[in-house]
């Protein structure tokens, strides 16, 4: 095995190892805030 092939090999484990090592990654939440739809529209001042 030549010298690239040994660190695609050595990446691929530790990768691998640190996917696997339980850490519990945030879910998304649902955010409390509403939402509010803004529209372009035409209006006359006075």
């Not at 996917?19 to 372009?40: H, L, Y």
């Amino acid at each position: 095995m030549n010298k690239k092939s040994i660190n695609w090999v050595l990446a691929f484990f530790v990768v691998g190892s640190l996917a696997s090592c339980g850490i519990d990654m945030p879910k998304e939440t649902k955010s409390s805030f509403e939402t509010m739809t803004v529209k372009k529209s035409d209006i006359e001042l006075p």
